[in-house]
């Protein structure tokens, strides 16, 4: 009899299939496109099953580079010195452009005023103006709140928007997307930025202009918008060479008619 029940321990085990797991992870700002293209590929695929959790660009970068990820998710473009880390390690990476992000800039609903240019912004944020009223606004303090430094995001922001320059000491930084837009929602005088698939009705989004255009535009929501809003950015995949047959059932479908369509009803531009 105890012969017999190993026997069929084993029939059991050797008869089970162990199912392919892909796991993503990293950027809050791609983490809602990437979970509607995981809900609608699992709705429709049994293989490979798909976990995908945010933390950040930098979190899911250092997770991909250390093994513990099979994509890692970023709003921003890799750096040299993360490039060679990876190249160390002998990775061989891939990077995909999954979406169109554009960055919206939203103010407590309140606040009596619905345009900024690009210069104003950074003046803000780099403490040069800290009144509303010296923007046209009312005579209230200006708020502001930013993402941390671990967000692709805050690196896009700093680079496109504040041209390199530092943030003041006044600024609140904010470790998630959803809890940023709750804090401005709720602060009279405040201002945030945030990728334009979390923006609510709870927030006012702001038309923006670039340097020395007279014309403001609310953020793009197709292709043909992208040239003339100054905030948009692409949002990448790194993924190793060498899993590109294990990933490729989902990348295929990400990159397919249907994946282009859950991007658009994301609130992304494909």
């Not at 509607?36 to 899911?60: C, D, F, I, Q």
């Not at 452009?97 to 103010?107: G, M, P, Q, R, Y």
């Not at 967000?151 to 003041?168: C, I, M, P, Y």
């Not at 006044?170 to 959803?178: K, L, M, Q």
Request: proline share 6%; charged share 20%; net charge positive.
């Amino acid at each position: 009899m105890r012969w017999a029940g190993v026997g069929l321990m084993v029939v059991v085990i050797v008869g089970c299939k162990r199912r392919t797991l892909v796991t993503i992870k990293g950027s809050d700002t791609v983490l809602p496109v990437s979970q509607a293209l995981v809900e609608a590929y699992l709705a429709r695929h049994k293989e490979p099953l798909l976990n995908v959790t945010g933390g950040g660009s930098g979190v899911g970068l250092a997770a991909l580079l250390h093994g513990d990820t099979d994509i890692a998710m970023s709003s921003r473009p890799l750096k040299l010195s993360e490039w060679l880390q990876f190249e160390q390690r002998r990775y061989h990476l891939i990077e995909d452009t999954v979406a169109w992000d554009v960055l919206a800039i939203c103010v407590h609903p309140s606040l009596n005023l619905d345009r900024l240019t690009r210069a104003q912004i950074a003046a803000i944020y780099t403490g040069q103006v800290r009144n509303w009223k010296e923007l046209g606004g009312p005579d209230l303090p200006i708020l502001p709140y930013s993402r941390e430094s671990s967000s692709g995001t805050f690196e896009f922001f700093r680079e496109h928007v504040l041209l390199g320059k530092d943030f003041a000491e006044g600024v609140r930084f904010i470790p998630a997307t959803g809890m940023l837009m709750q804090s401005v929602s709720q602060t009279p005088g405040a201002i945030g930025y945030l990728g334009i698939a979390y923006v609510g009705p709870q927030v006012k989004v702001l038309r923006v202009a670039r340097d020395g255009d007279t014309v403001y535009y609310l953020p793009a929501r197709n292709r043909a918008e992208l040239d003339r809003y100054p905030l948009a950015r692409p949002l990448y995949y790194y993924y190793e060479r060498s899993q590109v047959e294990k990933l490729q059932p989902f990348l295929e479908f990400v990159h397919s008619p249907e994946g282009r369509a859950v991007v658009a009803q994301v609130g992304y531009v494909p």
